[in-house]
């Protein structure tokens, strides 16, 4: 069943899609047809002898032009489809979309951000796409929309949402352990519910550790009430003794300043006993010295 059309390459891609389904579901019924009626017609007892037949012209221009006539169609109203999606409207508003696992996060202009994509309805929207990782792919099923965030390479899509609502946000690109819960939310408003979300979320209270732990999706993989995930929790590690595995030996280290830095920097130096090694990358270059110690400054509030 088809996602509802929410936005204006709906029709494009539906239409698409309509065409190819029914040249496909027109061949497969009626070459299905044919090979049962030939079993029947030309099985063994009633032509104990088949016809050498070597050639047919008609036949065989036929079977090549009739597909190529076809491929042609399809891909006619496959790229009338896909076109608008890479023709940006000069007067689109534009918003950075960071991918990392297993959570996408949004940038306003001014610095806002978001774990929830906040628009307007009947304006376009840019979306900047970046990965903080690896490869993982923004798909919004009732926009029509599907983008891939590669490492290294700035990709963008655009979409001019057609209604208010909530639509749901997939990763489409395997990455990893949680790929299956690395889900978002569109949230499409008036134009004046947008403006008054801006004004009422300038500016945020919550404290400067937690704004940069959710920045970076640090709890895609730590809880903070003690559950385990992917990672250990939060919930009171902080000054608690821990055995770790360093170089393939298990040792005793304290959860202290210099232990929470090492294993943002490099989080495969010291990794917590039956905790699997790998899944984290090192943040060295996204997180300055000060952010670290507001992020330690914060874990020490998490009892």
């Known amino acids: 069943m088809m996602n509802r059309a929410a936005s204006t390459f ?11 389904t029914g040249i496909s579901l027109f061949f ?11 079993v029947f017609r030309y099985n063994k007892k009633k032509n104990a002898k088949a016809s050498n037949i070597s050639h047919n012209n008609t036949l065989e221009i036929i079977w090549t032009a009739v597909p190529t006539i076809l491929v042609l169609v399809m891909f006619y109203y ?3 489809g896909y076109k608008p999606m890479r023709n940006t409207p000069k007067h689109a508003m534009e918003i950075n979309v960071y ?4 959570q996408f996060s949004y940038e306003y202009p001014g610095g806002k951000t978001s774990d929830t994509l906040v628009v307007p ?3 376009p929207v840019k979306l900047n796409l970046a990965s ?12 029509r929309i599907k983008e891939d965030l590669v490492p290294g390479k700035n990709n963008f899509v655009w979409f001019e949402p057609t209604m208010e609502g909530e639509f749901q946000v997939l990763c489409a690109e395997y990455c990893g352990l949680l790929h299956s819960k690395m889900l978002s939310i569109v949230k499409v408003v008036s134009v004046a519910e947008y403006a008054d979300w801006v004004a009422k979320n300038i500016v945020t209270e919550e404290h400067a550790g937690l704004v940069l732990m959710k920045k970076h999706a640090c709890f895609s993989c730590h809880t903070q009430d003690g559950n385990r995930l992917v990672g250990p929790s939060f919930k009171g590690v902080y000054g608690r003794k821990e055995r770790v595995v360093t170089n393939g030996q298990v040792r005793e280290v304290v959860i202290d300043d210099a232990y929470i830095k090492n294993s943002i920097y490099q989080p495969n130096a010291d990794v917590v006993e039956t905790y699997t090694q790998g899944l984290m990358i090192s943040y060295e270059k996204l997180i300055t010295p000060e952010e670290v110690n507001e992020i330690i400054d914060y874990m020490k509030s998490i009892k």
Do not use: K
């Open 10 to 20: 709906a029709e494009g891609v539906d239409l698409s899609m309509y065409i190819i």
């Open 28 to 38: 497969l019924i009626g070459i299905t047809i044919v090979m049962i009626y030939f």
């Open 78 to 80: 496959g790229w009338m």
């Open 99 to 102: 991918g990392q696992m297993w």
């Open 121 to 123: 309805v009947n304006l």
């Open 132 to 143: 903080r990782d690896v490869l993982h792919s923004f798909y919004v099923p009732a926009f």
